[in-house]
């Protein structure tokens, strides 16, 4: 490790494994949800914004213009089980279902078990009010992918104070 990472107070974390962007652009564990962008499997103009709750696994999902979606109905729909799929290749399934407060049997936790022990509790619908924040922080990302590729700072990237000064 660099003399520069060891002096970083904020450290990134490699994926858990490398994951393609098509159906899952955007996935995060943030704000007490595991929660992110699906594109839709029908129409290539159309995303859905899914979220799973910590705790209770109540689930969201509804369309980026707040259209509910026809398959989550009184389960997950196959939107949330390609953001936990997702998900687990981001971070990795111990540290998701540890986020997620699932309780998994003996052994190495996957995607289709943590979506199985989440759905086996019989979770609620959960509130559709936070698919505008993910949505924006989403665009936000996409935002930098239309960028002049640069060595420079960013300003709007720069979180924390210089730790020394540049001759």
Same mark, same amino acid.
């Given at each position: 490790?660099?003399?520069?990472?060891?002096s970083?107070? *904020?450290?990134?974390?490699?994926?858990?494994?490398?994951?393609?962007?098509?159906? &899952?652009?955007?996935?995060?564990?943030?704000?007490? #949800? @595991?929660? =992110?962008?699906?594109?839709?499997?029908?129409?290539?103009?159309? &995303?859905?914004?899914?979220?799973?709750?910590?705790?209770?696994?109540?689930?969201?999902?509804?369309?980026?213009?707040?259209?509910? %979606?026809?398959? *989550?109905?009184?389960?997950? %729909?196959? !939107?949330?089980?390609?953001?936990?799929? /997702?998900? &687990?290749?981001?971070? =990795?399934? /111990?540290?998701?279902?540890?986020? @997620?407060? &699932?309780?998994?049997?003996?052994? /190495?936790?996957? $995607?289709?078990?943590?979506a199985?022990?989440?759905? $086996? +509790? #019989?979770?609620?619908? =959960?509130?559709?009010?936070?698919?505008?924040?993910?949505?924006?922080?989403? @665009?936000? !990302?996409? *935002?930098? @992918?239309?960028?002049?590729?640069? +060595?420079?700072?960013l300003? /709007?990237?720069?979180?924390?104070?210089?730790? #020394? *000064?540049?001759?």
């Amino acid at each position: 490790m660099s003399a520069r990472e060891r002096s970083s107070t *904020a450290r990134v974390i490699p994926p858990a494994r490398p994951r393609k962007l098509a159906k &899952v652009p955007f996935v995060e564990l943030a704000d007490g #949800r @595991l929660q =992110g962008v699906v594109s839709s499997g029908s129409d290539i103009a159309r &995303v859905y914004v899914s979220s799973v709750a910590v705790g209770t696994f109540a689930f969201a999902c509804s369309t980026n213009n707040n259209r509910p %979606c026809g398959g *989550a109905r009184g389960s997950f %729909c196959k !939107h949330i089980g390609a953001l936990i799929n /997702e998900a &687990v290749l981001q971070y =990795g399934a /111990e540290r998701v279902a540890r986020y @997620l407060k &699932v309780e998994t049997a003996d052994g /190495e936790p996957s $995607a289709q078990t943590l979506a199985a022990d989440m759905s $086996a +509790t #019989r979770p609620p619908m =959960g509130d559709t009010s936070a698919a505008a924040p993910v949505f924006s922080r989403f @665009l936000r !990302h996409l *935002a930098y @992918l239309e960028l002049a590729p640069t +060595t420079a700072p960013l300003p /709007e990237m720069q979180w924390f104070p210089p730790t #020394r *000064a540049v001759a």
